[in-house]
T-cell receptor
Framework: DAGITQSPRHKVTETGTPVTLRCHQT?????MYWYRQDPGHGLRLIHY???????DKGEVSDGYSVSRSKTEDFLLTLESATSSQTSVYFC??????????????FGPGTRLTVL | KNEVEQSPQNLTAQEGEFITINCSYS?????LHWLQQHPGGGIVSLFM???GKKKHGRLIATINIQEKHSSLHITASHPRDSAVYIC?????????????FGTGTLLAVQP
């Protein structure tokens, strides 16, 4: 599992509240990713990071921000949660370098419900 | 039209059958990944390939770069193979730092 953990694993929150999800890895991989998984859409990239303080947007980044102040931690923040952000969120790392040429390992996922 | 198309979307098989799941994409890529997700479970990488064929146990993945098509085969299928199988492509349109995912094929293998 490449030492990837996510916290919390489940969360129920109310519309308008801020939410932060944490992804932690133990093996100092450079590339980390946040995805959301919704029925009918497959996995979609929210944000990714290619090093400490180096992040970029994915295809569904609106309403989300990220931070990476340490190699091992990649945080995803919903500044003001909306019901459309109810989803399962997966963190992932690519082992060895850039994702196109390297295997990707996923965390166990966080199920977020916004009421 | 999705950039990555998988077929079929749903597949039911009897234990022991040979299974094929297909993935097509529309522009050049650098590599293709096959992933497995069990119900309620995490996502596991099965293969990454950029040409030819790879085999792990009863799983075989092939890719035809010219035809922009990949197949995942399962020989002697077993109920524990029941899962969603996801195809993802890297380097789509030259973007090597991200993957684009298909919507998955839900496989149910009945005993």
């Amino acid at each position: 599992d490449a030492g990837i953990t996510q916290s919390p694993r489940h969360k129920v929150t109310e519309t308008g509240t801020p939410v932060t999800l944490r992804c932690h890895q133990t093996e100092n991989h450079r590339y980390m990713y946040w995805y959301r998984q919704d029925p009918g859409h497959g996995l979609r990239l929210i944000h990714y990071s290619y090093g400490v303080k180096d992040t970029d947007k994915g295809e569904v980044s609106d309403g989300y921000s990220v931070s990476r102040s340490k190699t091992e931690d990649f945080l995803l923040t919903l500044e003001s949660a909306t019901s459309s952000q109810t989803s399962v969120y997966f963190c992932a790392i690519s082992v060895g370098g850039i994702i196109s040429y390297n295997e990707q390992f996923f965390g166990p996922g966080t199920r977020l419900t916004v009421l | 039209k999705n950039e990555v198309e998988q077929s079929p979307q749903n597949l039911t098989a009897q234990e022991g059958e040979f299974i094929t799941i297909n993935c097509s994409y529309s522009v050049g890529i650098s590599a293709l990944h096959w992933l497995q997700q069990h119900p309620g479970g995490g996502i596991v990488s099965l293969f990454m390939l950029s040409s030819g064929k790879k085999k792990h146990g009863r799983l075989i993945a092939t890719i035809n770069i010219q035809e922009k098509h990949s197949s995942l085969h399962i020989t002697a299928s077993h109920p524990r193979d029941s899962a969603v199988y996801i195809c993802a492509v890297g380097g789509y349109g030259g973007a090597t730092n991200k993957l684009i995912f298909g919507t998955g094929t839900l496989l149910a293998v009945q005993p």
